[in-house]
């Protein structure tokens, strides 16, 4: 062999062995460079073919194509051979284990008093009412004094009221809905209503009192209605949220837009009466407010209390809702801790 065919046989022993032993791919693509690229020296030993004796030319030209083929191959399997590797790194790291417990999705949930809140407006909707949206902040004049509250009313105490202005405030009860439904109506004929809403008053928060709460206040207007019908009302209600076998008692009470006004209680869903914690020992726990429209009211509305009755009732929500779920204090509704909310899905 020539000298110079032995140089081939060099580069190309030179070239095979370093690229089997390369260790990495980038080590790899700097022998590719080095020998396999257009300028690399594999490549460039055709140029050497003006230095061969003629003779020697198709022996050298055949041991230059030899060379380039074997250190091309070399260079493809440890190509591939890297290329195999990683793809067993890949899927070796992204192995699932099925076994793993998922990863929850974190879910919203809807507050255990807007739960109350529809299923109070279903029961009703039942019974043909209709649902009033009322307004948040309110004038003086329906909040207090339409309902039979004028200004130096010693009942004003009873609702320390947020005034945004002498005549804005924020209502101290969703009743300022009464007046107003009843006002708009035109021509003045038959109301029933509910009104589902929030309602404010200057408390300080403790478990039982919170300066935002939620009532349903109901509004029954229309001739010879009487209070028999507000007692077979509250009565169907009751036993709808709270079971077939409750009954309810009427407490003589006060309100200003009511006459006769009444206290609601419903007899213990917890213990059937007997007496237990939740009803304190009484066998009866306290759920509304109601009484029949003030003819007062009636006529400040528009009304002609000689041709109109009605009846009323408010319901305190959270009251509800905390007797409902067992819940100790008011202020876990306002709190926005998903765990609280939570715990009451679907109950
Ligand atoms: N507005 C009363 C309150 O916030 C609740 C109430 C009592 C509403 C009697 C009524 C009613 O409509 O007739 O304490």
Redesign the pocket.
Known sequence: MSQITEKVAALEEEATSRIQAASKKEELNELFAKYLSKKGEVSSLMSLMREVPNEEKASFGQAVNACKNNVTKAYNEKKEAFEKEELAAKLANEKIDVTLPGNTLQQGHINPYYLIIDEVTDIFLDMGYEVVEGRDVETDRFNFEL?NVPKDHPSRD??DTFYISEELLLR????AA?AHTMCDKNPKGPIKMICPGK?YRRDDDDMTHSHQFA?I???VIDKNISIANLKATLELFAKKMFGEKREIRLRS?Y?P??EP??EVDVSCFNCGGKGCAMCKGTGWIEI????M?NPKVLEMCGYDPNEYSG??????VERVAMLRYGVDDIRRFYQNDVRFLKDYVGK
């Open positions: 309902l009873m609702q101290t009860q969703t009743s009464q309602a009532q206040e109901g509004l009470s309100f837009f009511t006004s009444v509304l407010g109601a009484g429209v009846f009323a009732f408010g319901v305190g």
